[in-house]
């Protein structure tokens, strides 16, 4: 009677070491579960019309190879000298220079000043054109007045005139005729150029009156 007892208590003390590695591996397993929450992607449907698929290149690795860093060359400048300067009053009149330019480049430097000196607004006004001094030929023009007036549209615009800084750079060998006119303004003009071949008497190109022009400050003619 004893051993039937003892094998009883046996067989349920296996059931229950059984079942408590079942239990045991139920909650190993269910640690081990990984779970993803899937995340919807939005889509631009605006430019999916101007990719599509395409199969990439394959090329062997280059060899590294270390470039030479040189400086990058500075735009050259140009070492010219104010040769002439003058700022002449206008009222209703007209003049103009000559300048036979034998090594370019020249530089024209026009300023404009307001005088009105009585000059009604509406008539005040300048005009400058660089010629061919024997042909007549005009290669640049340009002019401004302190009302601006349109008959069509009907309205008028007053501008203010002073100060008004002009720069015209000359690259071929030309002989030159400068014409200038205005009423109620003052011109002031001013000639830069290489002295050799262009005047006759020494000049020191290291003097104050001496430059490197700034490449961008001009429009070509």
């Not at 280059?62 to 002439?84: G, H, K, M, N, S």
């Not at 000559?98 to 026009?110: E, K």
């Not at 071949?197 to 490197?212: A, K, L, Q, V, Y």
């Amino acid at each position: 009677m004893e051993s039937k007892y003892l094998i009883f208590s046996i067989s349920v003390i296996s059931l229950l070491l059984v079942a408590g590695c079942a239990s045991s591996n139920d909650q190993i397993n269910t640690a081990n579960i990984v779970t993803s929450t899937t995340i919807p992607i939005k889509i631009s449907t605006t430019t999916e019309s101007y990719v599509a698929a395409a199969t990439p290149f394959y090329t062997p690795t280059p060899i590294p190879d270390y470039p030479i860093i040189t400086q990058a060359t500075q735009l050259p400048e140009d070492r010219v000298c104010l040769v002439y300067d003058n700022k002449t009053t206008y009222t209703n009149t007209k003049d103009a220079i000559a300048f036979d330019l034998v090594n370019p480049p020249m530089y024209l430097n026009f300023t404009i000043f307001e005088t009105k000196n009585g000059v009604a607004d509406k008539d005040v006004y300048y005009a400058i054109k660089i010629r061919d001094k024997n042909t007549g030929e005009i290669y640049n023009q340009f002019d401004g007045r302190k009302v601006e007036y349109s008959p069509v549209e009907g309205y008028s615009l007053k501008l203010n005139l002073d100060d008004y800084s002009e720069i015209i750079k000359i690259l071929s060998v030309r002989e030159l005729q400068i014409e200038k006119e205005g009423n109620g303004v003052a011109i002031q003009t001013q000639i830069w150029v290489k002295p050799s071949g262009n005047i006759e008497e020494p000049f020191d190109m290291n003097s104050n009156r001496c430059i490197n022009w700034p490449v961008t400050q001009w429009t070509k003619l």
